[in-house]
């Protein structure tokens, strides 16, 4: 049997006749770049957001970049992140010589500790860049007082949950801008990479517009030093035909995982992902900490179960950030989740009985 961690094909058959009439037509249009398709993506992404405006690029990665840029960061200044991350949200603020600061994570939730950010402030810290991992929400509301108390910015990397929402507020609708990856894996999946980044600050969008096209509001007349990041025209007309489906399967998803909970529960060598009072956790990855990692990733690959672990290495401890001097022990959480987390299938396509299969893989594994 193969039950892949990710089933692109099984996506596209479901709404076929849809992506295939969207792409055709961008074909037939011949707008390949920031078509009429890119706009329409934008006002959807940002009506869905509940946010004012929306830039789509090349990728979340970009839309990190670009919010970083737009908001004014130089070389020196410090952000505070997390190190349990994808490498693109350091990374995004290395590339424009800015410093990533790190702080540990909360053990239940992956998520960034807002407890441990005021420690880390100095004089050139100028804003915090939280992560909402895997489907769920940082809690904001710390991190919005720091904001107010020392005037910094804050960039919602929500690149992994579209969606995701806590006490009523919607992933990157919170911070300055909210950053988001349309990489197939993601909740809203392209057919390539694609990215977005949403904001209320009229200044920020305008700025994070032309610097999409290297800095030029009008063509070949250059404001700043930009890059050449667009979301593709049949990227977002393979979004707009998702889109529509994209509550529908987070349900899935979420559906999905609190079988895995209730099949889980009680294995004293599995911990179930914790889902917070308040917040909707969207599922992007179904993450477990486990005993014996490499026993179960053999009992898995065995039964042609597709697994993930998101993330091997933390940041810190990363040989491009060697130079920051970190060292091995600075933050025992992440570290210890890197050797523990196992992320298992919860794409909206599983079947009842596909779970169940999993999950009996998982718990023989363990003989519960
Ligand atoms: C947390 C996080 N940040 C940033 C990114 C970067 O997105 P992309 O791969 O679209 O550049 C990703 C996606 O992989 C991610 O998971």
């Known amino acids: ?29 011949t707008k390949f770049i920031l078509g009429p398709e890119v706009c329409e993506i934008e006002k959807k992404i940002a009506e869905y957001c509940r946010s004012e405006y929306a830039v789509g690029c090349a990728s979340g990665t970009d839309a990190i970049l670009l919010s970083l840029m ?33 702080v540990d994570i909360d053990p239940g939730t992956f998520n960034l500790n807002p407890e441990l950010v005021e420690m880390k402030v100095t004089n050139r810290t100028k804003g915090i860049l939280p992560v909402h991992l895997f489907g769920q929400m940082v809690d904001m509301d710390p991190l919005m007082d720091l904001k107010k108390r020392y005037n910094l910015f804050i960039v919602e990397d929500a690149c992994q949950s579209i969606g995701a929402k806590y006490k009523n507020k919607i992933a990157g609708s919170v911070g300055d801008t909210g950053c988001f990856s349309f990489f197939p894996t993601k909740n809203l ?11 209320n600050d009229s200044d920020v969008y305008e700025k994070a517009k032309s610097l999409r096209v290297h800095g030029a509001k009008d063509r070949y007349f250059h404001d700043y030093i ?43 060598n599995v911990q179930i992902p914790v889902d917070k009072k308040y917040f909707y956790h969207v599922y992007n990855q179904y993450t477990l900490r486990v005993e014996n990692r490499p026993g179960l990733v053999k009992a898995l690959e065995k039964e042609g179960i597709g697994y993930g672990i ?31 987390v196992l992320s298992i ?9 596909l779970i169940n299969k999993i999950a009996d893989t998982v718990r023989n594994f363990y003989g519960a």
């Open 70 to 102: 737009s908001l004014g960061i130089e070389p020196g200044d410090e952000i505070i992140t997390t190190p349990f991350t994808f490498f693109a949200t350091a990374g995004s603020i290395s590339r424009l010589g800015a410093i990533p600061v790190f």
């Open 345 to 353: 299938p919860v794409h909206p396509f599983l079947t009842k009985d």
């Open 1 to 29: 049997m193969n039950i892949p961690i990710i089933d692109l094909g099984k996506l596209y058959n479901e709404i076929k006749p849809e992506i295939d009439s969207a792409v055709s037509k961008v074909i037939a249009d």
């Open 189 to 199: 999946g392209g057919f390539g990479d694609g990215g977005m980044l949403v904001t």
């Open 226 to 268: 930009g890059i050449n990041s667009r979301l593709d025209t049949i990227q977002a007309a393979i979004l707009l035909a998702e889109i529509k489906y994209l509550d529908k399967w987070t349900e899935k998803r979420r559906k999905n995982a609190s079988l895995y909970n209730s099949l889980f529960r009680g294995i004293k």
């Open 310 to 340: 998101y993330y091997p290495l933390p940041l810190h401890m990363q040989n491009c950030y060697k130079g920051l001097g970190y060292r091995k022990g600075d933050f025992p959480e992440s570290e210890k989740a890197s050797e523990e």
